[in-house]
């Protein structure tokens, strides 16, 4: 069965930072990411990339947030700088592989004012 475990989440101040990690189940995926869903709201895009190294980022995030794959392919992190208020959300590791979608349990990231 396949897994994907998430790590780092946490309580920030806003200007802060944190770096979010999602390890899979030794499976390589043709695209890792991150998606976060507010209270209250749909789950939404933050990152992705592909096993190329291909990104795409939503544009909340831009020039705050970088996503990487880790040596192994089958981990993926997210390093976000400059946090804010309205980055606060469950975060969620995400992954595809054959046409099929996988997501992680999600990380709680709180970032204070």
């Known amino acids: 069965q396949v897994q994907l475990v998430e790590s780092g989440g946490g309580l920030v101040q806003a200007g802060g930072s944190l770096r979010l990690s999602c390890a899979s189940s030794?499976?390589?995926?043709?695209?890792m990411g991150w998606y976060r869903q507010a209270p209250g709201k749909q789950r939404n895009l933050v990152a992705t990339?592909?096993?190329?190294?291909?990104?795409n980022y939503a544009d909340s995030v831009k020039d705050r947030f970088t996503i990487s794959r880790g040596n192994a392919r089958n981990t993926v992190y997210l390093q976000m700088n400059s946090l804010k208020p309205e980055d606060t959300a469950v975060y969620y590791c995400?992954?595809?592989?054959?046409?099929?979608?996988?997501w992680g349990q999600g990380t709680q990231v709180t970032v204070s004012s």
């Open positions: 990339v592909t096993t190329g190294g291909t990104t």
């Open positions: 995400y992954a595809s592989r054959n046409s099929r979608d996988y």
């Open positions: 030794g499976l390589i995926f043709n695209i």
